[in-house]
């Protein structure tokens, strides 16, 4: 492979494959027999719970993990079984395991060095990955001396050095103040703009996953929930686990019985006003205002269901909708309401396989 | 990536390495090889050598005696009083470096001025051989010039018509009960350091917070110490008292220079009395019974005391 | 008040615990100078310089007996335990920690058994293999015997280093593009430098310590190091040399104990991790 152009841009770009992955130990299944297809150039989220598999997923990819069973391919030549000092992956370690005696300087150059790349290659390329990170007064410090955000651009650097086919993140963001987050999240899919390098990025934040990737990959159980993109993910989850994952509240669950679960949103959560066209209402609620919550740019309502859907339990059904408005609504709690749920924005899903379905008959139209 | 890639015997035997456990086995092999020469062998050695009637003079390991040797042995009365006095001097000791070591901890464990220079000199016991060590206290314990003997009689304690009795020395190293209490004295001088060392790292390692807590519960030092620190140490007593035990019970120079096992036999301990027989008088058959006998106590004890200390660090 | 009571307690704690760990080799230090007609007069003070202090006793330490050849062997043979412990536990210890799964974790018991059978139970065998071997009277007896101590007790704390580096940080190096033995090499061996040189400062006092296999293994005194000949040449019979005696003690004890003393931290910070992992 030829490295011939260090301005980023290196159309090095791969196709990340994996074929009936699967990862046990011992009696535990923690991955268990994922197919993943990666776009060239994309940034691919996998999310999940802690447990989930993800991380063992990724582990699989970089090599640090060899899979039970399954293939993984990069531009369609099977990695399993090459030693990962000859895979072309980088990582960005939760931690940023970066060398502690070693300079940020010697840090960046440990991959160049280990590759034996000739030593003015080497000058070019830091200069390149400092430049583009913004860490050129950075090098003489040792890792230790270094703030959260800075320890992250230098691990970033570390591994872009070497153009990788491959980038993998693990959870690059949650060891980071909550105040740069956001401002990091924002760097980071600046430089896959420019890197264009096929990043597979495992968090179990939704808002780092949906924020930041081309397309999300929920993973529990070891298996792939649902691969989509953010948007398809938030509107058309494929099962209860997805819908109850992404989202924050997380979708409604309304229990209409005969087998049958209506997921809706918390924005899709509206009041009666009386103009509504009767065929386009999926739903009606009558509920009781429990307490109302302020954030800011929205209020979050919590409520119990009075009527409208079948009684199941001893507890009424609760849920929360969102208004999105900044001075207060005119309600109180303990005050009844009806809210209306647009044939739309209604998802329905089977109680038992918790999988999508069609629209019941008997629903009103 | 394509040229590290291209076959050949070399590059397969480097994928071999990057395999764990292969390379694992690789980086193992010398040290597990060398103590299998130089402890396993021997050990099987020395049993076989408790089962035969091999000397110096005829050290082939030709016939077998059975228990023999351990009967003869049991039968000495230098061998009774080397048993009874190896787990008198051991349990004494370890009774002393609990004590100590979990005072000495309390102290140690805190930032005070000159911190760095009562660490030199805490260690100077261990830092020494022992058997140097055991010289200086020959030194201190001598009959005729003993500074703690002037400092006695000084002190109106020894010497006529004092509570010491009349004469001018007490004789440390010449009296059974002496003699052993100067060595169980030594070894838990030499060994509190090393023991310390082993509760002061579990010591450190009690979050600040749980003592903190206790203080602001209202409780005192000593409750803090009772309650919360000892308890929290007990793994890491086990492992001194481990420690500290096999250190004692396996050296015999304290003894061999300060009392040489006497009088006569009365302060006799196993491993000199091991000595004595296997390399001085040339019986190794009954050498290596006498070393060999508590080796079935000390394992049972230490791997009790170990899952013990283990389940306690789950917890 | 109170608080003023409770720091002379522990200062008062602080100096009775120094007192009780230096008395003897200070007492020691105070004899080497004493001329001999003060040092045997029963009646002086055994704390105090009376008739003026003399070098006679060092001098004749190094001129007049055999000790600078103790000393000299017993550093011959201490540098080459601490090499060959080196050269065995510091990679065993990281195959322990990282490799060998969980048949390594739970090694720390069994390295811990072999620390367990004491020297005085394998010096008889042991000196056979040294016969056998052609070492007999010679200090390469030591240095190939010596080991058996170090070796298991250096490998448990090491053990307990490696496993305080995190895991990550191998990981990083393998994806750099270092083979798992450079990725040790590199990464992990640098961040264990500190239990290293606390290994290395307990190897050699131990291979200094050791007295059963030095008096079973070594009968000539050219061979002889410090803790076999010092007890044996230095004292005749009856005839004590005791302020060459204490010089000889003296002057092992205080660097050593310098040396301890400075690597009091790193060894307790050894064992944590060998107590935690």
Same mark, same amino acid.
């Given at each position: 492979?030829?490295?011939?152009?260090?301005?980023?841009?290196?159309?090095?770009?791969?196709?990340?494959?994996?074929?009936?992955?699967?990862?046990?130990?011992?009696?535990?299944?923690?991955?268990?027999?994922?197919?993943?297809?990666?776009?060239?150039?994309?940034?691919?989220?996998?999310?999940?719970?802690?447990?989930?598999?993800?991380?063992?997923?990724?582990?699989?990819?970089?090599?640090?993990?060899?899979?039970?069973?399954?293939?993984?391919?990069?531009?369609?030549?099977?990695?399993?079984?090459?030693?990962?000092?000859?895979?072309?992956?980088?990582?960005?370690?939760?931690?940023?395991?970066?060398?502690?005696?070693?300079?940020?300087?010697?840090?960046?150059?440990?991959?160049?060095?280990?590759?034996?790349?000739?030593?003015?290659?080497?000058?070019?390329?830091?200069?390149?990955?400092?430049?583009?990170?913004?860490?050129?007064?950075?090098?003489?410090?040792?890792?230790?001396?270094?703030?959260?955000?800075?320890?992250?651009?230098?691990?970033?650097?570390?591994?872009?050095?070497?153009?990788?086919?491959?980038?993998?993140?693990?959870?690059?963001?949650?060891?980071?103040?909550?105040?740069?987050?956001?401002?990091?999240?924002?760097?980071?899919?600046?430089?896959?703009?420019?890197?264009?390098?096929?990043?597979?990025?495992?968090?179990?934040?939704?808002?780092?996953?949906?924020?930041?990737?081309?397309?999300?990959?929920?993973?529990?159980?070891?298996?792939?929930?649902?691969?989509?993109?953010?948007?398809?993910?938030?509107?058309?989850?494929?099962?209860?686990?997805?819908?109850?994952?992404?989202?924050?509240?997380?979708?409604?669950?309304?229990?209409?019985?005969?087998?049958?679960?209506?997921?809706?949103?918390?924005?899709?959560?509206?009041?009666?006003?009386?103009?509504?066209?009767?065929?386009?209402?999926?739903?009606?609620?009558?509920?009781?205002?429990?307490?109302?919550?302020?954030?800011?740019?929205?209020?979050?309502?919590?409520?119990?269901?009075?009527?409208?859907?079948?009684?199941?339990?001893?507890?009424?059904?609760?849920?929360?909708?969102?208004?999105?408005?900044?001075?207060?609504?005119?309600?109180?709690?303990?005050?009844?309401?009806?809210?209306?749920?647009?044939?739309?924005?209604?998802?329905?899903?089977?109680?038992?396989?918790?999988?999508?379905?069609?629209?019941?008959?008997?629903?009103?139209? | 990536?394509?040229?590290?890639?291209?076959?050949?015997?070399?590059?397969?035997?480097?994928?071999?390495?990057?395999?764990?456990?292969?390379?694992?086995?690789?980086?193992?092999?010398?040290?597990?090889?060398?103590?299998?020469?130089?402890?396993?062998?021997?050990?099987?050695?020395?049993?076989?050598?408790?089962?035969?009637?091999?000397?110096?003079?005829?050290?082939?390991?030709?016939?077998?005696?059975?228990?023999?040797?351990?009967?003869?042995?049991?039968?000495?009365?230098?061998?009774?009083?080397?048993?009874?006095?190896?787990?008198?001097?051991?349990?004494?000791?370890?009774?002393?470096?609990?004590?100590?070591?979990?005072?000495?901890?309390?102290?140690?464990?805190?930032?005070?001025? =000159?911190?760095?220079?009562?660490?030199?000199?805490?260690?100077?016991?261990?830092?020494?051989?022992?058997?140097?060590?055991?010289?200086?206290?020959?030194?201190?314990?001598?009959?005729?010039?003993?500074?703690?003997?002037?400092?006695?009689?000084?002190?109106?304690?020894?010497?006529?018509?004092?509570?010491?009795?009349?004469?001018?020395?007490?004789?440390?190293?010449?009296?059974?009960?002496?003699?052993?209490?100067?060595?169980?004295?030594?070894?838990?001088?030499?060994?509190?350091?090393?023991?310390?060392?082993?509760?002061?790292?579990?010591?450190?390692?009690?979050?600040?917070?749980?003592?903190?807590?206790?203080?602001?519960?209202?409780? =005192?030092?000593?409750?803090?110490?009772?309650?919360?620190?000892?308890?929290? @140490?007990?793994?890491? @007593?086990?492992?001194?008292?481990?420690?500290?035990?096999?250190?004692?019970?396996?050296?015999?120079?304290?003894?061999?220079?300060?009392?040489?096992?006497?009088?006569?036999?009365?302060?006799?301990?196993?491993?000199?009395?091991?000595?004595?027989? =296997?390399?001085?008088?040339?019986?190794?058959?009954?050498?290596?019974?006498?070393?060999?006998?508590?080796?079935?106590?000390?394992?049972?004890?230490?791997?009790?005391?170990?899952?013990?200390?283990?389940?306690?660090?789950?917890? | /008040?109170?608080?003023?009571?409770?720091?002379?307690?522990?200062?008062?704690?602080?100096?009775?615990?120094?007192?009780?760990? $230096?008395?003897?080799?200070?007492?020691?230090?105070?004899?080497?100078?004493?001329?001999?007609?003060?040092?045997?007069?029963?009646?002086?003070?055994?704390?105090?310089?009376?008739?003026?202090?003399?070098?006679?006793?060092?001098?004749?330490?190094?001129?007049?007996?055999?000790?600078?050849?103790?000393?000299?062997?017993?550093?011959?043979?201490?540098?080459?335990?601490?090499?060959?412990?080196?050269?065995?536990?510091?990679?065993?210890?990281?195959?322990?920690?990282?490799?060998?799964?969980?048949?390594?974790?739970?090694?720390? /018991?069994?390295?811990?058994?072999?620390?367990?059978?004491?020297?005085?139970?394998?010096?008889?065998?042991?000196?056979?293999?040294?016969?056998?071997?052609?070492?007999?009277?010679? $200090?390469?007896?030591?240095?190939?015997?010596?080991?058996?101590?170090?070796?298991?007790?250096?490998?448990?704390?090491?053990?307990?280093?490696?496993?305080?580096?995190?895991?990550?940080?191998?990981?990083?190096?393998?994806?750099?593009?270092?083979?798992?033995?450079?990725?040790?090499?590199?990464?992990?061996?640098?961040?264990?430098?500190?239990?290293?040189?606390?290994? /290395?400062?307990?190897?050699?006092?131990?291979?200094?310590?050791?007295?059963?296999?030095?008096?079973?293994?070594?009968?000539?005194?050219?061979?002889?190091?410090?803790?076999?000949?010092?007890?044996?040449?230095?004292?005749?019979?009856?005839?004590?040399?005791?302020?060459?005696? /204490?010089?000889?003690?003296?002057?092992?004890?205080?660097?050593?104990?310098?040396?301890?003393?400075?690597?009091?931290?790193?060894?307790?910070?050894?064992?944590?991790?060998?107590?935690?992992?």
């Amino acid at each position: 492979m030829i490295h011939d152009c260090i301005n980023g841009a290196n159309g090095d770009m791969a196709v990340l494959e994996t074929r009936g992955l699967k990862k046990h130990f011992g009696r535990i299944r923690a991955v268990d027999g994922i197919d993943l297809t990666s776009t060239d150039g994309e940034l691919l989220a996998i999310l999940g719970p802690s447990g989930s598999g993800k991380s063992t997923l990724m582990r699989m990819v970089a090599g640090l993990e060899e899979p039970s069973a399954g293939d993984i391919l990069v531009d369609g030549r099977s990695i399993v079984g090459i030693p990962p000092k000859r895979r072309n992956v980088a990582m960005v370690f939760q931690s940023f395991a970066l060398y502690p005696h070693m300079s940020v300087l010697e840090n960046i150059r440990f991959p160049l060095v280990a590759r034996r790349v000739p030593a003015a290659e080497q000058r070019e390329k830091i200069d390149w990955v400092t430049g583009i990170l913004d860490i050129g007064d950075l090098l003489e410090r040792r890792p230790t001396r270094l703030s959260g955000g800075q320890m992250q651009r230098v691990a970033l650097a570390r591994a872009l050095v070497r153009d990788p086919e491959l980038f993998v993140f693990d959870e690059p963001l949650s060891s980071l103040d909550a105040q740069i987050r956001s401002q990091a999240r924002g760097e980071l899919r600046e430089l896959h703009d420019r890197t264009q390098i096929t990043t597979l990025y495992v968090t179990h934040d939704q808002l780092e996953a949906l924020g930041l990737a081309d397309r999300v990959a929920v993973v529990h159980n070891g298996c792939i929930q649902q691969l989509g993109t953010p948007r398809t993910l938030y509107e058309d989850p494929g099962n209860l686990f997805v819908a109850g994952f992404i989202g924050d509240p997380p979708m409604n669950r309304l229990d209409l019985g005969d087998n049958v679960i209506l997921g809706v949103r918390p924005e899709h959560l509206l009041l009666e006003h009386g103009e509504e066209d009767p065929g386009e209402v999926a739903l009606r609620l009558e509920v009781e205002l429990e307490h109302l919550e302020f954030l800011g740019a929205e209020w979050l309502i919590y409520a119990a269901v009075c009527a409208g859907v079948p009684e199941t339990g001893r507890r009424r059904p609760r849920v929360i909708a969102r208004l999105r408005q900044a001075e207060p609504p005119s309600m109180e709690t303990g005050q009844r309401r009806t809210l209306v749920v647009r044939r739309a924005n209604a998802r329905y899903f089977d109680a038992e396989s918790g999988e999508r379905r069609s629209a019941p008959s008997g629903v009103a139209a | 990536m394509s040229a590290a890639a291209q076959g050949g015997w070399f590059a397969r035997a480097g994928d071999a390495l990057e395999r764990p456990r292969v390379l694992g086995t690789v980086m193992l092999a010398p040290a597990v090889l060398y103590i299998v020469a130089f402890v396993a062998v021997p050990f099987c050695i020395a049993i076989a050598l408790s089962f035969s009637d091999a000397t110096v003079g005829d050290p082939t390991i030709s016939s077998f005696v059975g228990l023999e040797n351990f009967r003869a042995v049991m039968q000495q009365e230098a061998f009774m009083s080397a048993l009874r006095n190896s787990i008198i001097v051991t349990v004494a000791t370890v009774v002393g470096i609990v004590v100590l070591a979990t005072i000495a901890v309390e102290i140690l464990a805190r930032e005070f001025p =000159g911190r760095r220079l009562v660490q030199v000199l805490f260690m100077l016991p261990w830092a020494m051989p022992v058997a140097l060590a055991a010289i200086t206290w020959l030194w201190l314990l001598d009959s005729q010039f003993s500074p703690i003997d002037w400092l006695l009689v000084q002190l109106g304690l020894l010497g006529p018509g004092t509570p010491l009795g009349p004469a001018k020395h007490l004789y440390y190293l010449g009296r059974e009960w002496l003699g052993l209490g100067s060595v169980v004295f030594v070894d838990i001088w030499r060994t509190l350091p090393l023991a310390t060392i082993i509760v002061l790292a579990g010591r450190l390692s009690i979050p600040r917070e749980r003592l903190e807590q206790a203080q602001i519960d209202g409780a =005192g030092f000593f409750r803090v110490l009772l309650r919360i620190i000892i308890p929290a @140490l007990a793994p890491v @007593l086990i492992v001194a008292i481990l420690f500290t035990a096999l250190l004692v019970i396996g050296e015999m120079s304290t003894v061999a220079l300060l009392t040489r096992g006497g009088p006569g036999h009365s302060g006799q301990i196993l491993p000199y009395w091991a000595y004595l027989k =296997g390399i001085e008088s040339g019986d190794l058959a009954q050498g290596a019974a006498v070393s060999l006998f508590l080796f079935p106590v000390l394992a049972a004890a230490a791997i009790v005391a170990l899952r013990f200390a283990a389940r306690l660090h789950r917890d | /008040m109170r608080r003023q009571a409770r720091k002379t307690g522990f200062y008062t704690a602080v100096v009775l615990l120094v007192l009780f760990s $230096i008395l003897p080799i200070a007492y020691a230090v105070l004899t080497i100078f004493k001329k001999e007609s003060e040092l045997f007069d029963p009646g002086s003070n055994p704390f105090l310089y009376e008739q003026g202090a003399t070098l006679k006793h060092l001098v004749f330490l190094f001129t007049g007996t055999p000790f600078p050849t103790f000393l000299w062997n017993s550093l011959v043979i201490g540098v080459f335990v601490v090499a060959i412990t080196v050269v065995l536990a510091v990679p065993a210890a990281y195959a322990l920690a990282r490799l060998t799964g969980r048949w390594g974790e739970s090694s720390g /018991m069994a390295i811990f058994l072999v620390y367990l059978i004491p020297p005085t139970l394998l010096f008889i065998p042991l000196f056979r293999i040294v016969v056998w071997l052609g070492l007999a009277n010679s $200090i390469w007896s030591l240095v190939v015997v010596l080991p058996t101590i170090t070796v298991p007790f250096c490998t448990w704390l090491l053990l307990g280093f490696f496993r305080s580096v995190p895991r990550e940080l191998d990981e990083a190096a393998l994806l750099d593009g270092c083979s798992r033995f450079t990725a040790f090499r590199k990464v992990v061996l640098p961040q264990a430098l500190p239990g290293i040189g606390a290994c /290395m400062v307990f190897a050699f006092s131990l291979s200094l310590s050791n007295y059963i296999y030095s008096v079973t293994f070594i009968s000539e005194s050219a061979s002889r190091n410090l803790s076999a000949g010092v007890p044996t040449e230095l004292i005749r019979g009856d005839v004590y040399f005791w302020p060459s005696l /204490m010089a000889a003690t003296a002057i092992v004890a205080i660097p050593l104990g310098l040396a301890y003393g400075l690597l009091f931290d790193y060894l307790v910070r050894g064992f944590q991790s060998a107590e935690t992992g």
